[in-house]
């Protein structure tokens, strides 16, 4: 990763400027960076999209953005920067004639023209080519790509190979936000700066990891394009096994990207494939039905709005992962993600095997295992979950659980806290790849995804209900129970 030099200053111009994405993510993660001065002074904003606005309509649509998801008071000093690099231009991204009202804005020759694609991923190949008919594109120029990729890896090369026409394979930036969180990113210092993890950090000492990305919220307005993609599809394909290549990857030569993406990739190709013969042993899918979701009512899938009642999609999956080297044989990975569940959690948790005899009989009959939790949302931080012993005098030792906890919060008051985002957008614009995903990486993720899709075809594996504010299908306990372990609550 690179050292805070001098960067150039960049064109970044959004494709897709008033869509949700744009305005519920991008803009906020812009202003925070302004706010913290780390934008080069001549970078500018232009948005892009196909609706006509007045004068200053997009300075307006950025300022109700912030309004709406900032949580915190705009600065005056700051919005004015802010504002003042912003600019607008109606293309319909459809009509490769249009892109030339760009060579009026953007200037090659000083500025870096950085292209944020938010919008669908059908879109790119278009953007591509305008952005090649213009003649507007260098050698320093980038493409940022948002996911989904594609839905298959037939799809996803397609994508990939149209791109490739115009942007060299250095110049593209492959964005999943999970690899800009604080936490994501300390598992590299975790496990490479401390003795303590590197030197026990493989199948003689580990005995299962557990990762879940819990979210509390349904469809919101997006069942059409949910329910052709899926919950496997839409977050363990890209955040979970993103999450799974950082937690059990081999130490990197260095922090550069090529070094990241080689380890990450090795781990991709040593997953177990899931196939027809053992998918109902290792998945479970599942479809939220009507529950309770902090007191309220909420529908079932099949009953949000615009839904096709006979709907097979699974808005929940969970799966045991094997991953075939030397490092991680016999440890299970257990993946879980899905919508409506209790709450919002994201989370890894490390179980340590069991001492091998117990002296403690008499405060526990059974030593239970030390666990290493790193909460990646909502609360930020790591614990350590060990015994110790109770003070006082006379009689036995007693035993009692404990836990070593480090609130990323609370440690590190003084220090600015971003989102994904904001890390991924700056890192962008400065060039740096290494937190971006490689062709390679998510093409051998599509790959493993979709063997488990195939074989839930052939296999015709139908969702297990679960109700909405629960931590789904009892199936997902079983897949545990199986091999005598239970889910982390």
Not at 65 to 71: G, K, P, R, T, W
Not at 234 to 252: A, S, Y
């Amino acid at each position: 990763m690179k050292s805070n030099q001098k960067f150039k200053p960049c064109d970044l111009v959004i494709y897709g400027a008033l869509g949700d994405l744009s305005t519920r993510k991008l803009l906020i993660s812009l202003y925070r960076l302004e706010k913290s001065e780390l934008i080069e002074p001549e970078t500018r904003i232009i948005g892009i999209d196909r609706h006509a606005l007045e004068e200053g309509g997009f300075v307006k649509v950025a300022r109700k953005s912030l309004q709406s998801y900032l949580n915190e008071t705009i600065e005056d000093e700051v919005w004015q920067r802010y504002s003042a690099r912003m600019q607008y231009l109606m293309i319909d991204l459809t009509q490769l004639d249009q892109y030339k009202q760009l060579n009026a804005v953007i200037d090659s020759k000083s500025r870096v023209l950085v292209n944020y694609l938010a919008v669908a991923p059908f879109l790119f190949k278009n953007i591509c080519q305008g952005l090649d008919k213009a003649k507007i594109l260098t050698r320093e120029s980038r493409v940022v790509m948002e996911k989904p990729i594609g839905n298959d890896l037939k799809s996803n090369r397609e994508i990939n190979d149209a791109v490739a026409e115009v942007f060299n394979e250095d110049q593209v930036f492959r964005i999943d936000h999970y690899l800009g969180k604080e936490t994501v990113l300390n598992l590299l210092a975790l496990r490479f700066a401390n003795s303590i993890f590197t030197t026990n950090w493989n199948h003689n000492t580990i005995d299962h990891i557990q990762i879940t990305v819990g979210e509390e919220v349904g469809i919101e307005g997006r069942w059409e394009y949910f329910d052709k993609t899926g919950q496997l599809r839409d977050m363990l394909q890209n955040h979970l096994l993103q999450i799974l290549t950082f937690i059990t990857m081999e130490p990197p030569a260095s922090l550069e990207a090529e070094s990241i993406h080689s380890e990450k990739i090795k781990v991709l190709k040593a997953l177990r494939p899931i196939t027809a013969d053992n998918v109902e042993e290792v998945t479970v899918r599942g479809q939220y039905t009507a529950g309770y979701m902090k007191g309220q009512a909420v529908p079932g899938y099949t009953e949000e709005e615009g839904a096709d009642k006979e709907s097979t999609t699974e808005s929940f999956v969970a799966v045991r992962v094997d991953i075939d080297n030397w490092r991680w044989a016999g440890v299970p990975i257990y993946l879980r993600t899905g919508k409506r569940m209790q709450n919002k959690r994201t989370e890894i948790v490390v179980y340590f095997k069991r001492l091998p005899h117990n002296i403690f009989k008499d405060s526990y009959r059974e030593l239970p295992p030390n666990k290493l939790i790193i909460h990646l949302q909502p609360k930020e931080g790591v614990e350590i979950e060990m015994l110790n012993k109770v003070p006082g005098i006379g009689g036995s030792i007693t035993l009692q659980q404990n836990k070593l906890d480090l609130s990323f919060s609370e440690t590190f008051k003084n220090s600015p806290f971003f989102g994904g985002y904001e890390r991924l957008i700056l890192e962008a614009m400065r060039g740096d790849p290494t937190l971006f995903l490689s062709r390679q990486e998510i093409e051998q993720a599509w790959a493993w995804v979709d063997s488990i899709q195939d074989a839930w075809a052939r296999r015709k594996i139908a969702p297990k209900p679960y109700s909405a504010g629960s931590w789904g299908p009892v199936a997902s306990v079983a897949l545990l129970a199986r091999d005598g372990r239970a889910w982390e609550e």
